[in-house]
């Protein structure tokens, strides 16, 4: 009951708050443009109030999405998965108004407003927005989760630790420390900005068109269900490749493992790398495409639609391009598909892979998906306030061309999971020749001292026979044990 309550309260949040950011936002677009061709001392501290106005308003319409798709879920990851948002926005957001361009922060200009006059009411005001900005600064402002919570991560520990730490009560406690600033600021900036700009706002709200709500609707019907069956057994299969991926580092088993053997078995388990990754990506669009058919604001779904696109280029990167920002490194694509694909020989799986090769180069040369990440992953950044880009994309997506986008790359995705086998089977013959040879290297090193001690030509022939037998002996060894272990699994 108490979730019901709280869910229409967002609702009706949602709908204030996106009203009031669609007028504000045309503003300060207005103001933008009116700085380049008047000098006018004013407009600086206008744009000042209106920037971090448009932080709040965005900030608290953010949450109110993602906390609604949190309610209206009962799938374990699909809730974490929405509210693993949080710490992204809150972090971007105390990022815009308190640190960025330190010392001449957004704040640090708003501040020195207010206590211009020595007014004892909005000297306290500062005060209490100064003390909720250290508690939230020490207890939950975390650039790394942040960068997790949008980026994902290489380290396969990390992602699925930070996912599975999520817990609604921590991150309500995370929350409520956020609106200790969100909303004295948003009270000040109201304030300020009605006196001076006295007009009322007659923004009238965006709403669904017919032809939308209906795409949306048998959407919903035919694919909801399904993919709320595909989450729960994507987390199945992503538990499961986790407790194999950690099982060497269990205390009983590291300990009977010698370093060398625990570095051959750590650089093998790699290879399952992509796989585990293309779990979270599958995951967070899901979720996605899922909390866009059950939103009820067009402002909420649009949302969910700009996370459509944010995830695509994240995953795509993931998968195709190099680790690091210099381009040194192989791309997880290329050691763990291509080169498997290309050793096998497979014709088939060939073609398949320069196909899907083909697709992900079409990624990179998408503009669209790569300006609406760069205005959704920092609200602001230097003098730039992204959000203004951003909102312009929110009014403007087409959300029946966003859909078919995450629906081909979910396809896209299945067509990548299948190269799993492949890659493990070149890794495990990679792994099995190492093998070999490590057994085999005193073979040689003892048979080619005992050939050089050799008297008669005869005596250096029988040798090496015995060699070649007992060589054939410990490969045959080998062999069964490997085709062994490999039936089990």
């Not at 004013?42 to 932080?55: D, K, L």
């Not at 200009?109 to 003390?131: F, R």
């Not at 995370?174 to 609106?179: G, N, P, V, Y």
């Not at 230097?382 to 986008?405: C, F, G, H, M, R």
């Amino acid at each position: 009951m108490l979730t019901e309550q709280l869910n229409t309260t967002l609702k009706v949040s949602l709908e204030q708050h996106s009203k009031e950011m669609t007028y504000w936002h045309k503003k300060l677009t207005e103001v933008y443009n009116l700085k380049k061709k008047e000098k006018v001392c004013y407009i600086n501290n206008n744009i000042t109030v209106m920037e971090i106005y448009v932080s709040v308003l965005y900030a608290i319409i953010a949450i109110a999405t993602f906390l609604r798709a949190d309610f209206k879920s009962d799938i374990t990851v699909e809730k974490r998965l929405n509210l693993k948002y949080f710490c992204f926005v809150s972090t971007e957001f105390y990022k815009a108004i308190f640190i960025v361009k330190q010392p001449n922060t957004l704040w640090r200009k708003l501040e020195s407003l207010l206590l211009i006059g020595n007014n004892k009411t909005l000297t306290e005001l500062v005060n209490q927005i100064n003390e909720a900005s250290s508690d939230f600064r020490t207890n939950y402002f975390d650039s790394g989760k942040r960068d997790i919570s949008l980026h994902y991560d290489y380290n396969l520990e990390h992602e699925y630790k930070h996912l599975c730490d999520i817990e609604e009560e921590s991150e309500v406690k995370h929350i409520t420390s956020l609106f200790a600033l969100l909303q004295p600021l948003s009270l000040i900036c109201s304030l300020y900005l009605k006196i001076i700009y006295p007009e009322e706002n007659t923004t009238n709200p965006i709403d669904e068109s017919k032809w939308n709500q209906k795409f949306r609707t048998e959407l919903r019907n035919n694919i909801y269900d399904n993919i709320g069956d595909s989450l729960q057994n994507f987390a199945t299969y992503l538990d499961h490749n986790m407790e194999s991926y950690r099982f060497i580092d269990k205390p009983k088993v590291r300990s009977l493992l010698s370093d060398n053997n625990y570095a051959h078995i750590s650089t093998f388990r790699e290879c399952i790398k992509l796989s585990v990754l293309l779990h979270y990506f599958y995951l967070d669009l899901g979720t996605a495409v899922r909390g866009y058919l059950v939103s009820e604001n067009y402002y909420e779904q649009q949302l969910h639609v700009i996370r459509i696109n944010v995830i695509i280029y994240e995953g795509y990167k993931k998968i195709f391009l190099p680790h690091n920002h210099n381009y040194q490194s192989q791309s997880l694509w290329e050691q763990y598909i291509r080169i498997p694909v290309l050793a096998s020989g497979s014709n088939e799986s060939i073609a398949e892979m320069e196909a899907i090769e083909k697709i992900l180069e079409d990624y990179s040369k998408n503009e669209e998906i790569k300006d609406i990440r760069h205005s959704y992953s920092h609200f602001r950044k230097n003098n730039k306030l992204y959000l203004i880009d951003l909102w312009s994309e929110v009014i403007a997506l087409n959300p029946i061309t966003e859909l078919n986008k995450a629906i081909d790359f979910l396809k896209l995705l299945s067509r990548i999971i299948q190269f799993s086998k492949p890659c493990l089977e070149h890794f495990a013959k990679k792994e099995h020749e190492r093998v070999q040879n490590e057994l085999l290297s005193p073979l040689e090193d003892m048979f080619t001292k005992a050939i050089v001690s050799c008297r008669s030509r005869d005596e250096r022939e029988n040798l090496l026979k015995y060699k070649e037998e007992f060589k054939n002996l410990i490969l045959d060894t080998l062999n069964r044990q490997t085709n062994s272990q490999l039936k089990k699994k």
